[in-house]
């Protein structure tokens, strides 16, 4: 009986003696430490996502000549889409910068698109981040947008060396200014309901009481660049229906959210231009 | 072969299963669920490790897989010491060879972690159905395949313990 109480008593002390020892200890070493596991482990992460994409490479290699023929063929009529419309792109930026020289407003942000791969998803009840195989070697930096083909993906939380953690809109907390399409009066979404076996959904709240929807339609919301951080325009989600929020002057809703964020392999950063990058960018400005 | 190198190797292990966790719950977000599988690292330190040895494995393994969760590191390693010290104190009370002991506690301290852990980091979201849904979706689902892995988990580890030329299964 003295053994038994000995062994346990001796654990007990010395869970309590190691707890002790981190609490006491000073936010730089907590720091290092987080950093120095975080840098150790990420070149095994990074190598296993490069394994990955051999893997992608060898199962492409198996694909007939007639499927790569009929896939060059769709890629072409893209190409050809994209090629008109970044003809019309092009026409508006400069209506754009027209207008900004006419009104003397100050222009608005630019960014430029760093892809990056997505090397592991942590999609829980608590929290739901991504990790990418870009860093601040490429320029990526804390509170960065990061955006897909379907919208807004959330934004960077910690940038490491090559790699970044970034928190998506489904994440408990996470808030951004939004505003309805084609209705430029801000709104509130926050994320963080992620059903089982079920795609997630935000919330809509702060919505003017005289937004309606009618039954059977949906509209979409989309960011706002008033929070700073994303560009206005990119797409969070589609909500069907609102209710009256209890101080009767705003309504909130329930804001479906793309589910292909839950399986994202490839993610674009958005890191804002820098004057002398601006200058290489567009020499006549 | 000295005692640091059988921990090294137990680590690396462990390491090792860690990314196999980790692969399976980026390939298994797609469909809304997650594994939360943290007694599988924890249950052979607690069962048959001694005191020093065991805690220094489980706070490192802490430090190792806290560093990917957006909470202070302390938070994590306060749960895997609390979680290494229930083990280690149903270690007496249960018989380390029988599946279902093994099974049974791993599975009852992954439950106490996941509950524990939604009041600690779900604050906000306590009194949604959505968000307790989806904790005992993943808890159930998570206590199922710790229940069935941890056993042969500490198996496995017990077998390259004794080809490395040490007996786990005659410490006290």
Redesign the interface.
């Known amino acids: 009986m003295p053994r038994?109480l000995t062994?346990?008593g001796?654990?007990?002390l010395?869970?309590v003696l190691?707890?002790a020892v981190?609490?006491v200890a000073p936010v730089a070493i907590?720091k290092f430490?987080?950093i120095s596991?975080?840098e150790f482990?990420a070149p095994?992460w990074v190598g296993?996502s490069y394994l990955k994409d051999v893997q992608d490479y060898w199962v492409n290699r198996s694909h007939s000549k007639s499927e790569l023929i009929q896939a060059g063929i769709e890629m072409a009529e893209l190409n050809a889409a994209y090629e008109l419309r970044n003809q019309q792109a092009a026409f508006q930026e400069s209506e754009v910068q027209r207008l900004e020289a006419l009104l003397d407003m100050p222009s608005l942000p630019e960014h430029r698109y760093e892809v990056a791969r997505v090397i592991?998803?942590?999609?829980?009840?608590?929290?739901q981040?991504i990790?990418v195989r870009k860093g601040t070697r490429h320029g990526v930096a804390q509170g960065q947008a990061v955006v897909f083909s379907g919208g807004v993906v959330g934004k960077v939380?910690e940038a490491h060396l090559y790699t970044a953690?970034v928190?998506l809109l489904t994440s408990?907390?996470f808030r951004v200014a939004a505003h309805f399409e084609g209705d430029l009066r801000p709104i509130q979404f926050t994320g963080?309901?992620?059903?089982?076996?079920?795609?997630?959904h935000g919330v809509a709240s702060n919505v003017p009481s005289d937004v309606h929807i009618p039954l059977r339609e949906e509209r979409r919301i989309v960011s706002s660049r008033l929070g700073g951080v994303f560009p206005d325009g990119l797409s969070l989600g589609r909500i069907k229906s609102l209710n009256l929020e209890p101080d009767g002057l705003f309504q909130n809703g329930k804001v479906a959210i793309d589910?292909r964020l839950?399986?994202l392999r490839e993610v674009a950063i958005l890191i804002p231009l820098g004057e002398d990058e601006l200058a290489w960018e567009e020499p006549g400005r | 072969m000295n005692r640091l190198v059988r921990m090294g190797v137990l680590f690396f292990m462990n390491f090792l299963l860690a990314g196999v966790l980790a692969e399976a719950n980026s390939s298994l977000s797609g469909f809304g669920v997650s594994l939360h599988l943290e007694m599988l690292f924890i249950v052979f330190c607690g069962l048959y490790l001694d005191a020093i040895p065991g805690m220094v494995m489980t706070a490192g393994l802490g430090f190792f897989l806290g560093v990917f969760r957006p909470v202070p590191l302390e938070d994590t390693l306060i749960e895997f010491l609390l979680l290494w010290l229930f083990s280690l104190a149903a270690r007496r009370r249960i018989r380390r060879e029988n599946f279902a002991h093994v099974a049974g506690v791993a599975a009852l301290a992954q439950c106490l972690a996941i509950i524990g852990m939604s009041f600690a980091y779900g604050a906000d979201l306590v009194g949604s159905g959505v968000f307790w849904g989806r904790v005992f979706g993943d808890a159930a689902l998570s206590m199922l395949i710790v229940a069935v892995l941890a056993y042969l988990w500490c198996q496995f580890q017990v077998r390259i313990l004794m080809d490395m030329g040490w007996n786990p299964d005659a410490q006290h």
Do not use: H, M
Not at chain 1, 120 to 125: G, Q, V
Not at chain 1, 192 to 200: A, D, I, R, V
């Open positions: 038994k062994f346990q001796k654990a007990v010395l869970t190691i707890i981190w609490w907590k430490t987080r596991f975080f482990q095994s296993l592991r998803r942590d999609l829980n009840a608590w929290w981040q990790i939380k953690v928190e408990p907390g963080g309901y992620n059903p089982l076996f079920s795609t997630p589910p839950l399986s």
